[in-house]
């Protein structure tokens, strides 16, 4: 279990705290880009609250707005133009994991002449890898990604279809500035599939990672009964702060590194809804909800004491009389029950995907993170038709 962490992002962390933005963006700019989603924020009040704290301390700011759910490489080019073009000294993100994601990516690419798509991982020879980008400022408004607080940023290109990521530390945001209280007005679906990523995150870690490590063991089974406990409080009410707020905090800690050090993660799941979610714009957290139960299902085969593990200490069943990959599986159904229990889909009908482009979802999904046979890396490594496999029984 060899590792190094560093995690430099600050987080501001309580209801209220949107009310401090002017002020810790002061210590990184004068003039900020705001950068938004598909308008929500100004639905809900927290542009207004946004920009209230910025003109209280002086500072000016410009928009930019209308990044996609599963954002494209084009609104991270104009953005980028946007900030260079205004001569803007600091990028905020306010909004979700797409908004956080688009943004960390034009901070690069504001300080970058070529195409931003180099930067991201994509099967490409030769990787651009940024040296420096301007200082970003994190204003989550839904708990799902833990973008805010890790150097991760997932693109789409539109064109090829390819959704792809970087990962680099110079992407940690400067500040997360965390508010639950921004998170109240998230429509029920949504906060569901923010749950299902925020569990998957730590998922990934626990089944695909290294043996050996029994603390993050530990610290990723307290995440995923986090995030069921107060996520099924959180979608039954939306107003229900206290559930927000834990489930917020789970986010964060779900992908800040914290719990997969040492680990030396990989994750299939997260590769595989990727290529289903750059070729239908699927919702990320959906598209888990989707490929996670039948990945499980495949894994468990190979791993079966670590599923009979998870079955005992998330959802404690008993063993008694059982073999470990049938309790194994018991655990797996426990999960997909409690997915459908909070209104995650859980077959690919449900989202109208056919098995017509399975064969090239499977060759996109190890087009990145794979090994020198071509397998998408995994616990275990799997070939495309095992992707297939995968695919059909989530049909």
Known sequence: MNFEFQNPTKIIFGAGTIA???????????????????GSVKRTGAFDKAVESLKSAGLAYVECTDVEPNPRITSVARGAKIA????????????????????????A??????????????????????TETLPVITVPTLAATGSEANCGAVITNDETKIKSFIQIPLLFPKVALVD????????????????????????????????????????????????????????????????????????IVALNGWVQAGVHM?????????????????????????VGPAWMRFAAKYRPERFAQFAQRVFGLSSEGKDALTLGMEGIDA????????G????????????????????????????????????????????????????
Request: charged share 20%; aromatic share 6%.
């Open 84 to 107: 260079k073009d205004e001569g803007c000294d600091v990028i905020i993100a306010l909004g979700g994991g797409s908004t956080m994601d688009a943004a960390k990516v034009m901070g």
């Open 109 to 130: 690419a504001a300080l970058y002449d070529g195409n931003p798509w180099d930067m991201i991982l994509h099967g490409q020879e030769e990787v651009y890898i940024p």
């Open 344 to 395: 995650c889909p859980t077959t690919l009908s449900e989202v109208n995907i056919t098995g017509e482009l399975f064969e090239q979802y499977a060759k996109d999904a190890a087009l990145v993170v794979r090994d020198e046979d071509g397998k998408l890396l995994g616990r275990p490594p799997m070939t495309t038709e095992d992707i297939v496999e995968v695919l059909k029984s989530a049909l």
């Open 335 to 342: 999960y997909e029950t409690f997915l459908r229990e909070i």
């Open 20 to 38: 401090r933005l002017g002020e810790v963006v002061s210590e990184y700019g004068k003039k900020a880009m705001i950068v938004t989603g598909g």
């Open 266 to 290: 990989l994750a299939p799941m997260h590769m595989i809804e990727h290529a289903l979610s750059a070729h239908h714009d699927l919702t990320h957290g959906a598209g888990l909800a989707i």
């Open 180 to 251: 639950p209280e921004l998170t109240v007005s998230v429509p029920q679906n949504h906060s569901a599939y923010g749950v299902c990523d925020i569990i998957t995150h730590v998922m990934e870690g626990y089944f695909n990672g290294v043996d050996g490590t029994p603390i993050q063991d530990r610290f990723a089974e307290g995440v995923i009964i986090n995030a069921i406990e107060y996520g099924r409080k959180a979608v039954a009410n939306d107003e229900n702060l206290e559930a927000r707020a834990h489930v917020q905090w789970a986010s």
